[in-house]
Structures are given as structure tokens and as C-alpha cells.
Nanobody, 122 residues
Framework: QVQLVDSGGGLVQAGGSLRLSCAAS????????VGWFRQASGKEREFVQAISGGGGIYYADSVKGRFTISRDNAKNTVYLQMNGLKPEDTAVYYCAAGRGVNIRLIRGYNYWGQGTQVTVSS
């Protein structure tokens, strides 16, 4: 069982940076894959980036080179460092934990944070 709380969103100008945090509870958290998804207004939730329990990185082409996912298992926290933000990055961002199967897909995750709003202005 895993519980997730995501935070760190806010309003930034294009080109700015934000660091999102996903704080987790659960004895087996370190073995889980953790992914970040986002959902823009009126759009479907989409995969952003994930890190497997073994440290493998998975990403969407739209954020490669701009976003970096990392995890600190000692703190039970996963981060998403977002640089070079663009208006099209505006969305609610959600972290999620799963078993590492279908890691780029919503169905691969059993536990979800509540979401944190990221707004990027022009």
C-alpha cells in the first residue's frame, strides 16, 4: 500500500523552472515505479516521465531534455525538476506509483497523488 502527496506546482513564466515533489508512504515504496502524468484542461491525462524501482528512466518526447525525474528512497520522495517550461506544459500534474508494468500507461499505476497545478504564462 502506498499513499502519495504531490506538491510544488505554481505559476511561472515561460522559460522558468519548477520542482515537483511526490512524498510517499509505504514500506515497499522503494520497489515501486513512480510516474508523473499531466492533464491539461479538456485533455486526456498523458504520461510525462517515470522512474522504475531499479532506477530506469522513461520519458515522453515532449519533455526530454527539459524535465528530470529522480528519487530519494531514504526520504520516500520522488521529484520532477522542470526546466524551460512552456505554456503547453500547463496542466495538473499527478504522481503515481505502480509495479513497473505498463510504466507509460495509466493502467500501470495503482496509487495516485491528488495533483498539483502548474501554470506557465507567456
Amino acid at each position: 500500500q502506498v499513499q502519495l502527496v504531490d506538491s510544488g506546482g505554481g505559476l511561472v513564466q515561460a522559460g522558468g523552472s519548477l520542482r515537483l515533489s511526490c512524498a510517499a508512504s509505504g514500506r515497499t515504496f522503494s520497489s515501486y515505479a513512480v510516474g508523473w502524468f499531466r492533464q491539461a484542461s479538456g485533455k486526456e491525462r498523458e504520461f510525462v516521465q517515470a522512474i522504475s524501482g531499479g532506477g530506469g528512466i522513461y520519458y515522453a518526447d515532449s519533455v526530454k531534455g527539459r524535465f528530470t525525474i529522480s528519487r530519494d528512497n531514504a526520504k520516500n520522495t520522488v521529484y520532477l525538476q522542470m526546466n524551460g517550461l512552456k505554456p503547453e506544459d500547463t496542466a495538473v500534474y499527478y504522481c503515481a506509483a505502480g509495479r513497473g508494468v505498463n510504466i507509460r500507461l495509466i493502467r500501470g499505476y495503482n496509487y495516485w497523488g491528488q495533483g498539483t497545478q502548474v501554470t506557465v504564462s507567456s
